[in-house]
Each structure stands twice: as C-alpha cells, then as structure tokens.
C-alpha cells in the first residue's frame, strides 16, 4: 500500500508565497500613507470646545421669559454640534431658539434641535439670530450668577456661569 503523502513543490511554495504577499504588501501601503499623513500634520485634532462670555438677559416686569448668549470657539480641526443647553438653577423650559424677522419686521422665533460649531471656527449667541430661551427664577439681579451645561456632540457636557445683565447694556 502506498501512502499519497503531500509533498511541496517550488510551485506550490511559490503560489502560497505569493498568495499571502498580496495582503501582507496592501497592509503595508496603508500604514505607510497612514503614517505619511500624520507626520505632516494632515490627521487633524478633534473639535476643542471653548464656552466664554455667558450672559442672560433680566427679564421686564413681570414677565420671566428671557435669554442666554454665549460665545462659543472650537480651535480643532473637526466641528461639532450644540445639542441641549441645560441648568441645575432653572426648573425646565430651556430651548435653543432663533429669532427672526420678516420683511414687515415681524419677529419670531424658531425652536433649533442643534446647531454646528464649525471647525477652527466659532459661534456667537446674539438677541438677533440664535440664543438659549428661558424662563428666570423670581429675584434674580443684574450680577447674578447662572450655571448651565451645554452638551456637545463629541466633546460632551461643558460647564459655565453666565451672568445677568440688562439688555440695554452692551454685554455681547
């Protein structure tokens, strides 16, 4: 009886060479490019989120609705998105809003699910375009301190306090 045992040939070595070599070089070309471009600075950095300059609006009279603006700056290489803007002080109520107006200068507003921070660039909250509704606790005072929490899509919740001021004042 004879037993039929494999055995390599150089043809056979050479096509399983050969055949493990495809992968092995297209692993090697990527991490190369890869590698290429992080060494020149092409990889980028995340969005960098930044709150600053926090104010809020005094109410008139008895009315308690208002607004919060911020500045917000991302100096990464990737932009992000404002979700929810939200405050341990206030109940509930808080919306990102823009106001606009018509041709015949009626004003109105739009609630706004998010808003994009572009990257290397910035946003600026303002009673003309984009700002935080809400409604103010009962007693507050110009110089009054308000924390929020503004929650980003990538860079996640930001703490900062926002001051109340007066609308008159030039505060943004």
């Known amino acids: 009886m004879t037993e039929n045992l494999w055995r390599p040939t150089r043809r056979r070595l050479a096509d399983t060479l050969l055949a493990a070599l495809a992968p092995v070089a297209a692993c090697?070309?990527?991490?190369?490019?890869?590698?290429t471009w992080t060494a020149f600075g092409r990889a980028?950095?995340?969005?960098?989120i930044e709150v600053v300059s926090g104010r809020v609006f005094l109410p008139y009279g008895d009315n308690r609705d208002t607004a919060a603006f911020f500045r917000i700056?991302?100096?990464g290489d990737g932009e992000d998105r404002l979700l929810k803007v939200a405050s341990p002080a206030l109940e509930d109520g808080i919306e990102l809003s823009r106001h606009r107006t018509t041709g015949?200068?009626?004003?109105?507003?739009?609630?706004v699910e998010s808003v994009t921070v572009p990257a290397r660039g910035g946003l600026t909250m303002s009673p003309h375009g984009l700002d935080v509704t809400l409604r103010a606790e009962a007693g507050w005072r110009a110089g009054d301190l308000v924390p929020f929490t503004l929650?980003?899509?990538r860079s996640g919740a930001v703490k900062v306090v926002a001051v109340v001021v007066r609308p008159t004042e030039d505060s943004l």
Do not use: I, M
Not at 28 to 35: D, E, I, Q, R, S
Not at 44 to 48: C, D, H, K, L
């Open 73 to 75: 700056s991302n100096s």
């Open 104 to 111: 015949g200068a009626v004003a109105y507003r739009d609630t």
């Open 151 to 153: 929650h980003f899509q």
């Open 44 to 48: 980028g950095t995340p969005a960098e």
């Open 28 to 35: 090697v070309v990527a991490l190369g490019a890869l590698t």
